[in-house]
């Protein structure tokens, strides 16, 4: 499936009109709490039982059931703007966002922007949106190194991933890494926000046309800034979607693949996918600036 096919299928269309009020977007903050300052190494996740699904959620989420899983480690974050670059400059490779687009004829990616009379769709093509220019041309990831890598197809997370002798997580490991043996409703707990703290990167306030920043972030947060899991494995809810290397399906020719996790777009009144056994379909060459990914390795048992 071409990105213009993707976006068409993505558009969802409101009348900014009938709210009223022009959006509201909170200024750019910055956390209290201090992010990592270094990348910790990856973490090992011994063999065992799984309790993975939800029959209380949205459908695609279950049946709830029991698995077993072999031991494996897995990065304790996403991977990296600088990590991405390493692998970059040591192979040349380039990005499906850097060629030309089929529908587009040049090079681009999905990008989110806060709907308005005049576009009333908050998904859009920009032309020249890359790994290296996660919004567009005029952004930029320079001083951005600890900042989640996004605009990254399916085939450039998997290319990171065999280049640095690891693979994509399954739909299972992932969400077995990501629950870290509790059940609760999140990983953290029972409650989204206890006592008002946010405990990921995602949206408070009426999405798509008010983003507060509560969490200190409009956009991706660098990786680290918020408390890991029992696993020591941060952010992974919110923040960015991550890629895995589950199949979801097949349909008209489109290949679709699980992503896990949700994002910084994520809110209480449009997505609320951020526990772990949520789950969304995404076409396999679709690029856009919230979906990144983390690798695994396998160890034996």
């Known amino acids: 499936m071409s990105l213009a096919r993707a976006l068409s299928a993505s558009f969802v269309l409101i009348s900014v009109s009938a709210c009223g ?11 209290v709490v201090a992010c990592l300052t270094t990348i910790p190494p990856s973490v090992t996740v011994k063999s065992g039982t799984a309790s993975i699904g939800n029959d209380h959620a949205y459908r695609e989420e279950g049946p709830k059931r029991s698995i077993n899983i072999s031991a494996f480690d897995i990065d304790a974050t996403e991977v990296t703007n600088g990590a991405f670059r390493e692998f ?25 922007r806060t709907p308005d009379a005049e576009n009333t769709s908050w998904w859009q093509f920009v032309e020249g949106a890359s790994w290296k220019h996660p919004e567009g041309p005029e952004s930029s990831i320079i001083g951005r190194d600890y900042d989640p890598v996004v605009q990254i197809s399916l ?3 998997k290319a990171y991933a065999a280049w640095s002798g690891r693979r994509l997580p399954t739909q299972d490991e992932w969400e077995y890494a990501a629950n870290a043996g509790s059940d609760d409703t999140y990983v953290w707990g029972s409650e989204r926000a206890p006592n008002g703290e946010e405990q990921a990167n995602t949206w408070q306030g009426a999405f798509p046309l008010e983003n507060l920043a509560d969490d200190g972030y ?7 800034c918020y408390t890991p899991n029992a696993f020591e494995l941060y952010d992974m809810i919110g923040n960015v979607w991550e890629w895995t290397d589950t199949p979801f399906s097949r349909q008209s ?19 609320r996918r951020y526990r772990a056994s949520a789950l969304q379909p995404q076409d396999a060459d679709f690029t856009t600036n919230h979906i990144g990914f983390r690798t695994v390795g396998d160890l034996s048992n």
């Open 253 to 271: 020719g489109t290949i679709q693949y699980v992503i896990k996790g949700g994002s910084f777009l994520c809110a209480p009144n449009y997505c």
């Open 88 to 112: 970059v400059t040591a192979t040349g490779y380039v990005t499906d966002a850097e060629k030309k687009q089929a529908g587009f004829n040049v090079p681009g990616g999905a990008v989110f």
């Open 155 to 157: 085939k450039d997370a």
């Open 218 to 224: 409009l956009r991706r947060a660098p990786v680290g």
């Open 21 to 31: 009020n022009k959006s509201t977007v909170a200024p750019s903050t910055e956390k």
